[in-house]
Protein backbone atom coordinates (compact mmCIF):
# COMPACT_ATOMS: atom_id res chain seq x y z
CA UNK A 1 0.00 0.00 0.00
CA UNK A 2 2.84 2.69 1.07
CA UNK A 3 6.11 2.13 -0.98
CA UNK A 4 8.46 4.20 1.71
CA UNK A 5 12.28 4.58 0.15
CA UNK A 6 13.23 7.44 2.61
CA UNK A 7 15.58 5.91 5.37
CA UNK A 8 14.86 7.48 8.83
CA UNK A 9 17.92 7.55 9.98
CA UNK A 10 19.37 9.49 7.52
CA UNK A 11 16.74 11.57 6.42
CA UNK A 12 14.39 11.70 9.79
CA UNK A 13 12.46 14.69 8.49
CA UNK A 14 11.85 13.16 4.75
CA UNK A 15 10.77 10.14 6.96
CA UNK A 16 8.38 11.42 9.22
CA UNK A 17 6.51 13.56 6.88
CA UNK A 18 5.91 10.65 4.54
CA UNK A 19 4.43 8.94 7.66
CA UNK A 20 2.19 11.62 8.32
CA UNK A 21 1.09 12.25 4.69
CA UNK A 22 0.29 8.11 4.97
CA UNK A 23 -1.44 8.21 8.46
CA UNK A 24 -3.18 11.21 7.03
CA UNK A 25 -4.45 9.32 4.26
CA UNK A 26 -5.39 6.01 5.76
CA UNK A 27 -7.28 7.78 8.68
CA UNK A 28 -9.09 10.52 6.82
CA UNK A 29 -12.72 10.40 6.70
CA UNK A 30 -13.05 7.23 9.14
CA UNK A 31 -15.15 8.32 11.97
CA UNK A 32 -14.53 5.05 13.95
CA UNK A 33 -11.24 5.72 16.37
CA UNK A 34 -10.68 1.94 17.07
CA UNK A 35 -9.96 1.71 13.54
CA UNK A 36 -8.29 4.08 13.35
CA UNK A 37 -6.07 3.39 16.21
CA UNK A 38 -5.41 -0.01 14.66
CA UNK A 39 -4.27 1.43 11.30
CA UNK A 40 -1.98 3.21 12.48
CA UNK A 41 -0.53 0.95 14.63
CA UNK A 42 -0.31 -1.59 11.68
CA UNK A 43 1.52 1.76 9.80
CA UNK A 44 3.87 2.47 12.29
CA UNK A 45 4.79 -1.22 12.71
CA UNK A 46 5.08 -1.75 9.09
CA UNK A 47 7.64 1.34 8.60
CA UNK A 48 9.37 1.93 11.26
CA UNK A 49 12.20 0.16 12.48
CA UNK A 50 13.61 -1.33 15.25
CA UNK A 51 9.95 -1.36 17.32
CA UNK A 52 9.18 -4.19 19.29
CA UNK A 53 5.92 -2.89 20.50
CA UNK A 54 3.43 -0.01 18.52
CA UNK A 55 -0.15 0.49 19.82
CA UNK A 56 -2.93 2.82 22.13
CA UNK A 57 -3.41 3.08 25.10
CA UNK A 58 -7.18 4.55 26.04
CA UNK A 59 -8.30 6.39 28.65
CA UNK A 60 -11.12 4.80 30.31
CA UNK A 61 -12.82 6.08 33.84
CA UNK A 62 -9.51 7.88 34.84
CA UNK A 63 -7.16 4.88 34.03
CA UNK A 64 -5.38 3.98 30.78
CA UNK A 65 -7.20 0.28 29.24
CA UNK A 66 -5.39 -1.05 25.82
CA UNK A 67 -6.53 0.10 22.60
CA UNK A 68 -5.45 -1.48 19.17
CA UNK A 69 -1.57 -2.44 18.67
CA UNK A 70 1.10 -5.03 17.19
CA UNK A 71 3.67 -6.62 19.22
CA UNK A 72 3.71 -9.19 21.91
CA UNK A 73 0.39 -9.28 24.22
CA UNK A 74 0.25 -6.26 26.72
CA UNK A 75 -0.57 -5.06 30.03
CA UNK A 76 -4.28 -4.13 30.01
CA UNK A 77 -4.96 -1.59 32.75
CA UNK A 78 -2.33 1.15 33.56
CA UNK A 79 -3.07 3.28 36.61
CA UNK A 80 -2.30 7.41 36.08
CA UNK A 81 1.21 8.07 37.14
CA UNK A 82 2.35 4.47 37.03
CA UNK A 83 4.97 3.51 34.35
CA UNK A 84 6.04 5.37 31.37
CA UNK A 85 2.76 5.63 29.53
CA UNK A 86 1.06 6.65 32.99
CA UNK A 87 3.39 9.20 33.73
CA UNK A 88 2.45 10.53 29.94
CA UNK A 89 -1.10 10.60 30.44
CA UNK A 90 -1.00 11.92 34.30
CA UNK A 91 1.52 15.17 32.64
CA UNK A 92 0.09 15.06 29.47
CA UNK A 93 3.70 15.51 27.86
CA UNK A 94 5.84 13.03 26.07
CA UNK A 95 7.53 10.79 27.59
CA UNK A 96 11.01 9.84 25.76
CA UNK A 97 13.08 7.11 27.68
CA UNK A 98 16.54 5.84 26.84
CA UNK A 99 16.72 3.00 28.90
CA UNK A 100 13.36 1.93 30.71
CA UNK A 101 14.91 0.51 32.97
CA UNK A 102 16.21 3.30 34.87
CA UNK A 103 12.81 4.48 34.76
CA UNK A 104 11.16 4.54 38.22
CA UNK A 105 7.76 2.46 38.28
CA UNK A 106 8.53 0.87 34.67
CA UNK A 107 5.91 -1.72 33.80
CA UNK A 108 7.72 -3.98 32.13
CA UNK A 109 5.18 -5.84 29.73
CA UNK A 110 7.81 -7.50 27.40
CA UNK A 111 11.45 -7.96 29.42
CA UNK A 112 12.81 -7.14 25.59
CA UNK A 113 12.04 -3.84 25.94
CA UNK A 114 14.89 -0.78 26.62
CA UNK A 115 14.00 2.35 25.60
CA UNK A 116 10.28 3.62 25.21
CA UNK A 117 8.60 6.86 23.55
CA UNK A 118 5.10 7.83 25.12
CA UNK A 119 2.97 10.40 22.84
CA UNK A 120 -0.12 11.49 24.86
CA UNK A 121 -3.36 12.39 22.75
CA UNK A 122 -4.89 15.46 23.94
CA UNK A 123 -8.08 16.58 22.51
CA UNK A 124 -10.11 19.82 23.98
CA UNK A 125 -7.12 20.42 26.67
CA UNK A 126 -7.25 16.90 27.77
CA UNK A 127 -5.24 13.68 27.39
CA UNK A 128 -8.02 10.86 25.69
CA UNK A 129 -5.30 8.47 24.81
CA UNK A 130 -1.41 7.54 24.31
CA UNK A 131 1.40 6.67 21.60
CA UNK A 132 3.21 3.83 23.08
CA UNK A 133 6.23 3.00 21.13
CA UNK A 134 8.75 0.31 22.62
CA UNK A 135 12.23 -1.01 21.10
CA UNK A 136 14.65 -3.64 22.55
CA UNK A 137 17.18 -0.91 21.57
CA UNK A 138 18.20 1.17 24.24
CA UNK A 139 18.48 5.09 23.42
CA UNK A 140 16.71 3.99 20.19
CA UNK A 141 14.37 7.39 19.84
CA UNK A 142 15.83 10.37 19.26
CA UNK A 143 14.13 14.34 19.37
CA UNK A 144 13.61 13.63 15.42
CA UNK A 145 11.51 10.76 16.41
CA UNK A 146 9.38 12.46 18.88
CA UNK A 147 8.51 15.44 16.85
CA UNK A 148 7.53 13.41 14.09
CA UNK A 149 5.25 10.99 16.57
CA UNK A 150 3.83 14.62 18.14
CA UNK A 151 3.28 15.79 14.63
CA UNK A 152 1.37 12.48 13.96
CA UNK A 153 -0.56 12.60 17.43
CA UNK A 154 -1.29 15.99 16.75
CA UNK A 155 -2.75 15.31 13.06
CA UNK A 156 -4.78 11.88 14.48
CA UNK A 157 -6.15 13.37 17.83
CA UNK A 158 -10.15 13.74 16.12
CA UNK A 159 -9.90 10.82 15.15
CA UNK A 160 -8.93 8.34 17.51
Known amino acids: MYDFTIEPAAHPELFYAELLSAADALTAGEPDPIANMANLAALIW ?26 KPACIRIPLGRGVCGAAAASGETQRVDDVHAFAGHIAC ?51
Open 110 to 160: DAASRSELVVPISRAGRVIAVLDLDSPSPQRFAAADQNGFEALVRMAADRV
Open 46 to 71: QLVPDLNWAGFYRMVDGELVLGPFCG
